[in-house]
């Protein structure tokens, strides 16, 4: 794992939450016109991953899973 995915594991309690939320955001920014011109060459995937660790992007887990 590259070091920053593992801060990013550790301030979530589930890894489906994480993969899940990180899919939803890139498909939005690939969506979204003006951002995918913003980011250019880069995958949305790594843009909403960046998000994710630089704290743009927060994880709201459902009450049920977060005992899991």
Request: charged letters at 35%; a negative charge; glycine letters at 2%.
């Amino acid at each position: 794992f590259n070091p920053d995915l593992r801060n990013a594991l550790a301030n979530n309690k589930s890894r489906y939450s994480l993969v899940t939320a990180v899919a939803k955001r890139a498909r939005e920014i690939s969506e979204d016109k003006d951002m995918a011109e913003k980011i250019g060459t880069e995958k949305p995937v790594t843009y909403a991953l960046d998000e994710l660790i630089e704290g743009k992007l927060r994880i709201v887990e459902p009450e049920e899973i977060r005992n899991i």
